[in-house]
């Protein structure tokens, strides 16, 4: 029997995951959704069209890199010695490691391959002759981007997003690394879960991962089924 305190601790992780989940991918929407669009955008000039292509090697990265591997030198960028943390600490502003704000940075960071992929292919789907005749019809990008492309996007947005979300929720090795295990501010569900198997307290960690696994189970279905939407002609 799980008694009233182990179950407040069960459900705070679930809380900072969710948050994180949601900040990361409402990120991606705001952020990720202009860079794909420039990437899947045709060039004329060569050099941009190489500098396009480096920067999906980039973004892929997460993809085959461990978490670790990547949490460790965000740990040390954002660490207060070097990179952007030793900037945060010259101008006396918070540091990020062990902090929600850091936890954020790291998930938009492996999560971007995952919410960039599905949102450029939908991009690159759009007719050609749909951009010529918004071409002709809006004059402003912006407006074409907001009223044409955009919606053209729609499903590899939805896509995208339910994808970060999910590896968002799963993620354990970045998150480790660069919030530790803070309750209440950092400790996501699966750092809970492992410090439950630690301790021995299997029903808790039996527990806290159905309830992983049901969720998984939901984001898969919709996943698959906005995967068959994408891919009607």
Not at 102 to 108: A, D, E, K, N, T
Not at 163 to 171: K, W, Y
Not at 175 to 191: A, D, P, Q, R, Y
Request: charged letters at 10%; proline letters at 6%; aromatic letters at 8%.
């Amino acid at each position: 029997m799980i008694d009233q305190s182990l179950m407040s601790d069960m459900l705070s992780p679930f809380w900072v995951s969710i948050k994180l989940a949601c900040v990361t991918t409402l990120c991606l929407l705001l952020f990720a959704t202009p860079i794909a669009y420039w990437l899947a955008k045709p060039s004329r000039i060569r050099a941009i069209g190489r500098l396009k292509v480096l920067l999906m090697g980039i973004i892929a990265m997460p993809l085959v890199l461990p978490p670790t591997v990547i949490g460790f030198y965000l740990l040390l960028l954002l660490s207060p010695s070097v990179g952007i943390g030793k900037w945060l600490s010259e101008h006396n502003i918070s540091p990020l490691i062990f902090t929600f704000e850091g936890l954020v940075i790291g998930s938009i960071i492996y999560s971007l391959p995952f919410y960039i992929q599905p949102v450029y292919a939908q991009f690159l789907r759009i007719p050609q002759s749909v951009t010529e005749v918004a071409h002709l019809l809006e004059p402003s990008r912006m407006r074409r981007f907001m009223k044409v492309a955009l919606p053209q996007a729609r499903v590899g947005i939805i896509l995208g997003s339910l994808v970060s979300f999910a590896h968002t929720i799963g993620e354990f090795g970045v998150v480790l690394m660069i919030g530790g295990s803070i309750s209440g501010e950092t400790k996501v569900v699966s750092i809970a879960i492992y410090e439950q198997v630690e301790a021995l307290n299997y029903e808790a960690a039996h527990m806290m991962s159905g309830i992983l696994i049901v969720m998984g189970v939901v984001m898969v279905a919709l996943i698959a089924s906005v995967s068959r939407i994408s891919q009607r002609p």
